[in-house]
């Protein structure tokens, strides 16, 4: 039964309606909102589910938690599975799943997929906001998948960039980051890895890649770089020496030791957890977050569960508003 979108009830908030509420200002206070909450204890991610279901080659999972501050109990359930392209689908697929904090039940459900790629977006670009030099002119990408031109519209706004650099494993993938840039009107450049990082203020890795793209003596003093696309064991984007040089800072301590960037420097016995820091630190102004221009900082953006659920909870708000919500008796 559908009912007034103003009624109480499950609300419906379909990838349409969640394109057309949820903008990059909108994603970048949600997530630096949740980054600071989580610093605080406020909020807290459940542990993570994954797992091979043993058919189409698909993993699966729940990522979960609860934000007491911004009132956002849920789940965001999904995966990946390979074989969707040939089907004209994204590989990705999400659904977030959001309820009440008093009562349990479920008040929301929200298409997960583009909202993944906006908070993903937004968490590098509060890393930015927060730790990159005032100064930075050149933005280097490493990757030009699904999610680096979501990367590069939100890294764009932090800093005045002069010039975009990148490097993709299949070159010719860059094309779509090129045109990123052509509609923003910076120049754009394809280099070799290298010569990225000579060149770059701030460097964006957002690949699957499992091995290290980018070696430690590659690194200028003074670059902001953000590891985005390992979210998983095994996956590397930049040489674990590279947390012996930098300042780490983190969404979550738990998930950067265990399943992202920094599991290689803590298995190699380069770092600890005490030497990351988390983010909502520097949001929060309990730390300092860069203190020189030379200091290397790296920003290890595993993704967590809150940010689905800061967003989620953002686009359900801002539908219900505009009337672009459905609701259903439950
Ligand atoms: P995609 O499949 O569209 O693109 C993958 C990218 O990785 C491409 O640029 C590809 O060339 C590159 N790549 C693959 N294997 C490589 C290798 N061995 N060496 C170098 N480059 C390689 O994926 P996407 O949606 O753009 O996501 C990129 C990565 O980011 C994935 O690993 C994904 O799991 C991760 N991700 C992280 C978050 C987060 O919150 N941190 C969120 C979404 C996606």
Redesign the pocket.
Known sequence: MTTENSQPGLVIVPEDVCKKVIDRASAFTAVESVFAAMAKGDAYNFPVIREAIGYADALYGFKSGFDRAGMALGVKSGG?WPGNAEKGLT??QSTIFLFDPDTGKLTALVGGNYL??V??AA?CAVSIAHLARKDAKTLGI???????SFQLRAAAEQRQFEKIVAW???PE?LDSLAAVAADLGLPFESLDREQVAAQSDVIIT??????A?LLNDWIRPGTHIAC?????RG?Q?VDAQLFATASVFT?EVAQSISI?EAQHAVDQGLLTQDDITPIGDVINGVDGGRTSAEQITLFD????GL?DLAVATTAVELAVAKGLATSVAL
């Open positions: 990946y590989n990705h993944t790629a908070r993903t968490s490493i990757g030009a998948g699904h999610q680096a993709n494993k299949s993938r957002i690949t699957s890649a499992h091995e793209l985005m696309g390992t979210d998983t996956k984007e969404d992202g953006g595993t993704g967590v940010q």
